[in-house]
């Protein structure tokens, strides 16, 4: 039999860097009740901290489409990475009295390079979700729930069994839920590594045991989604701001940004890379990079920040210039990136542009799921003309090459937004750091070029 690999010293960067004491219910959500000692909190504390409070109410006293409004008026944006409104996904889905009811998916997959924010919640929170998920449940009228969880977090597989198991015994899932008359169940899927099933019908696909492709939308999984049922898909942390908007109103949600964005809430920021504290902090949405980046310590003696990715390896960089822009999806839209997972990975002045471009582009070809040609070839074609230029073998038209790459996968050509999400990393790192790359033509090849 083979261990269950030692993820303890893993902790450091998913480690949250705010005291207990700095953490209260009405500022901090999220993170209010973990213990300073990072380790798992179990239904007895979660419910003396208020816990399942907030769901129970909600079974109670209010209707599914009151729950539907609140968290559309509350603009829970999705924080998967696309910012979409929580309360209109679930108001897009087809379900109803007459209808049959469909599934709940929760997507834990989490391996966006440089992202550790679902896991800390995960691990060390896993009642939240639970009752995140059973108010979404309630409001689309679900069936069952499912938790897609990334394989490679044991830590988080262990916490989640436990919760569940604790729940069910508890009567917090199961039939009649504490009495109320809805029916509710969660099962936890472990994957097996693949970062294209965290595109959510790709997911979808590998929950009912077929190849990990994405499907063609429409239909929407709001309509056609899991066994062909309405399935609604929402990421981790999404879920786990349904009970505090259901605790604390749609006022309370909206004025947790302080004014620093027209969004609500609040977010998990983190910042990986060579900083003094990496790690994870739960602050107003809206929170300019550099106040995140003074968080961890600022930069490691000796360098200088470069650049940075606001949020996973399929955002595009940003330059020190950039640190005072709220951190939030419009405004980041705006200056050519996105927000994404909103777990910042810092460049220093002494790394390379190209091998880091290299590497993520290694990964997202690794990653295709090969379902279309210009993302299955152009990726690692994408990779080889990296690997050159990092060694200094490169010949003039690769920066051509890779510009129009940059341009070809994208939709229509490619299905989905993986391939597009690994254009953004190389499309505003040519437009930052054109000369760097340019530096890895070889000499040779430039004779006779003007
Ligand atoms: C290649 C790819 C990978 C993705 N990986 C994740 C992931 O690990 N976790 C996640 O929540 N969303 C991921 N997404 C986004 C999901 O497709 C989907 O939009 C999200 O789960 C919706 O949840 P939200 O609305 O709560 O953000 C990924 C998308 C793509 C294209
Ligand atoms: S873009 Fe890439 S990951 Fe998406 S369907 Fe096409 S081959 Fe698969």
Wanted: proline share 6%.
């Amino acid at each position: 039999m083979s261990a269950i690999p030692d993820t303890s010293r893993l902790r450091y960067h998913c480690q949250l860097r705010q005291s207990a004491d700095e953490r209260r219910a009405e500022t901090h959500p999220l993170t209010w009740r973990l213990r300073d000692d990072g380790t798992c909190i179990q239904l007895d504390e979660y419910r003396d901290k208020q816990g399942y409070e907030a769901a129970l109410r909600t079974l109670e006293q209010r209707s599914p489409d009151d729950v539907i409004s609140a968290m559309k008026e509350a603009n829970v944006r999705g924080r998967g990475g696309g910012g979409f409104s929580a309360g209109l996904k679930w108001s897009l889905t087809q379900v109803g009295d007459h209808l049959p009811r469909g599934y709940l998916v929760c997507n834990a997959d989490e391996m966006e390079p440089g992202t550790f924010k679902d896991r800390l919640l995960l691990e060390q929170q896993p009642h939240l979700l639970i009752e995140g998920m059973i108010i979404a449940g309630y409001a689309n009228r679900s069936c069952y729930g499912y938790i897609f969880l990334r394989g490679e977090y044991k830590e988080a597989a262990r916490s989640l069994a436990q919760a569940i198991e604790e729940a069910q015994q508890a009567g917090l899932l199961g039939r009649n839920i504490a009495g109320s008359g809805f029916d509710f169940d969660i099962a936890l899927h472990t994957g097996a590594g693949r970062y294209i099933c965290g595109e959510e019908t790709a997911l979808i696909n590998s929950l009912e045991g077929k190849r990990a492709n994405p499907r063609a939308k429409p239909p929407f999984p709001g309509q056609a989604g899991a066994w062909g049922k309405p399935t609604v898909v929402n990421n981790v942390e999404t879920l786990c701001n349904a009970p505090g908007v259901m605790q604390h109103g749609v006022d309370w949600y909206q004025g947790l940004s302080g004014g620093l964005s027209n969004d609500g809430g609040t977010k998990l920021y983190g910042v990986s890379g060579l900083v003094n504290r990496p790690g994870l902090w739960e602050l107003p949405i809206g929170t300019p990079g550099r106040e995140i980046l003074d968080r961890a310590g600022g930069m490691r003696d000796g360098h200088t920040l470069k650049a940075w990715l606001p949020g996973g390896g399929s955002t595009g960089f940003l330059l020190p210039e950039h640190l005072d822009l709220p951190l939030d999806f419009d405004t980041i839209g705006q200056y050519g990136s996105r927000l994404g997972t909103g777990l910042l990975a810092v460049v220093s002045d002494r790394q390379s542009i190209v091998s880091l471009l290299r590497n993520l582009e290694q990964f997202f070809a690794r990653e295709s799921c090969g379902w279309c040609t210009p993302c299955r070839d152009g990726l690692p074609w994408t990779a080889k003309l990296l690997q050159a230029l990092e060694r200094g073998e490169g010949k003039p038209e690769y920066i051509d090459i890779l510009e129009q790459h940059t341009l070809g996968l994208n939709p229509p050509r490619t299905f989905c937004a993986h391939a597009p999400g690994a254009m953004m990393p190389l499309e505003s790192g040519l437009r930052h750091f054109r000369p760097e790359l340019e530096a890895g033509i070889a000499q040779a090849s430039m004779e006779g070029v003007s």
